[in-house]
């Protein structure tokens, strides 16, 4: 993965709640640096997540499969930067890469995907509006539905 095939970032610097006793960020904080840049990756597209955690389009998804490569370590107050794309976008479901690097992009601390599944309000699978993916391929500049 490389920084310039994404076109979406966010900041994140490490707290102190972070880091494990040795000061490195233990390695389940980066699920949820990726779930922030995932969520302000749909925020950048202009929406709004309600208190109910469904966005204001009515787009409701539950993360189905998180996977992690860990690279190098980050430790207490780094900047890190989370780079987000979807790669791609099949019926109900759609797959968020992800790199995070230190700012200055001398090392990368890890990669990642995970894969989301639109719900209906019976909590079960429900297809993706056309409007989502032409949003998604508008703002990747290239065609992911699978």
């Known amino acids: ?14 707290r102190t709640y972070d880091v494990d006793s040795q000061g490195i960020v233990h390695n389940i904080n980066y699920l949820k640096y990726m779930e922030i840049g995932r969520v302000e990756y ?12 469904i966005f204001d389009d009515g787009l409701k998804v539950v993360v189905v499969h998180n996977s992690v490569d860990y690279i190098s370590f980050s ?5 890190l930067i989370v780079f987000t794309k979807i790669c791609w976008i099949k019926n109900s479901s759609f797959c968020f890469e992800q790199l995070i690097t230190v700012e200055d992009g001398s090392r990368t601390v890890c990669t990642g995907k995970g894969i989301l599944v ?4 019976n ?14 391929e508008n703002f990747e500049n290239q065609i992911i539905k699978i």
Do not use: C, W
């Open 118 to 121: 639109n719900l209906n309000n």
């Open 123 to 136: 909590n079960e699978p429900e297809s993706l509006n056309a409007k989502f993916t032409k949003e998604i």
């Open 42 to 53: 749909r925020r950048n597209l202009g929406y709004k997540i309600l208190p109910s955690g």
């Open 75 to 79: 430790y207490l107050d780094d900047i």
């Open 1 to 14: 993965m490389n920084r310039i095939d994404f076109k979406h970032s966010v900041k994140v610097r490490v």
